[in-house]
C-alpha cells in the first residue's frame, strides 16, 4: 500500500508539470505559428495590437512604409478583403504585437514596384496585390505596366489564388448577376 501511495504522489506531480510544458512549448500552439521569420512593409496607416483582433488594445501605429520583421502568423479576426492572418511582429519571448495581414507586404519583391513574376517568368504575367491594391503586368520577366486598381469590398470579397487565361473572347460584354440599385 505505502509503495502505491509513493507512485500515486509522483504521478500527481508529473501531470501538472507536462502541462505546463507543452502549455508554454511556441512548438504546441494551437494558432498555426509560422516556423521563420520573414520582412514586410506596412501599405497603410496600422495599428499595432497586443493580440489578432481590433478588440485588443492599440500599442502603437506604423506609418505606411514601416518596416517590420514578422515572427509569427496566426489566424484572427477578418477585418476587411476575407483575410484572417494577423503577423506578429514582436519576438515570440517579448510581449505580443500583432498587425493586420491586409496591411503589411513582405519585402522580398525584386522589381521596382512590389509585385514580381514567377523566378521562370516566360509570356504575360499579371500580379496583385490586394493589400496595396495595385497591379504590375510583365513581360518575359520585365515589368512593362503598372496600375493602382479597385478589388472587392469585403462583402464580395476578391478571390485569391493563380489563374490562368484558357480563352479569350472578343466582343464580350459583362452583365452582373445582381439587380439594378444592389450594393454589390
Known amino acids: ?13 508529473l501531470v501538472p508539470l507536462l502541462a505546463i510544458i507543452i502549455a508554454f512549448n511556441p512548438l504546441s ?3 498555426s505559428m509560422a516556423s521563420s521569420t520573414w520582412t514586410g512593409t506596412t501599405t497603410y496607416w496600422a495599428n499595432v ?5 481590433t478588440s485588443y488594445g492599440v500599442a502603437a501605429v506604423d506609418a ?10 496566426v489566424s484572427g479576426q477578418v477585418v476587411w478583403g476575407g ?23 513582405a519585402t522580398t519583391s525584386t522589381s521596382g514596384g512590389g509585385g514580381s513574376p ?3 517568368a516566360a509570356g504575360k504575367e499579371i500580379i496583385v ?3 496595396r491594391q495595385w497591379m504590375w503586368a510583365y513581360q518575359n520577366g520585365v515589368e512593362v505596366y503598372n ?16 489563374y490562368h487565361v484558357f480563352l479569350k473572347l472578343h466582343p464580350t460584354t459583362f452583365t452582373s448577376p445582381w439587380p439594378v440599385g444592389s450594393p454589390y
Open 83 to 105: 483575410i484572417s492572418n494577423w503577423y506578429r511582429i514582436s519576438s515570440l519571448s517579448s510581449n505580443p504585437r500583432y498587425i493586420y495581414g491586409g496591411l503589411v507586404e
Open 1 to 13: 500500500m505505502q509503495e502505491n501511495s509513493k507512485k500515486l504522489f509522483f504521478l500527481v506531480l
Open 147 to 162: 496600375s493602382a486598381v479597385m478589388t472587392g469590398r469585403p462583402a464580395l470579397a476578391t478571390p485569391t489564388g493563380t
Open 64 to 73: 505606411p512604409g514601416t518596416n517590420v520583421t514578422v515572427y509569427a502568423t
Open 49 to 53: 495590437r497586443t493580440g489578432p483582433s
Open 29 to 31: 500552439g494551437g494558432n
Open 129 to 131: 496585390s490586394l493589400s
Open 118 to 120: 514567377s523566378p521562370t
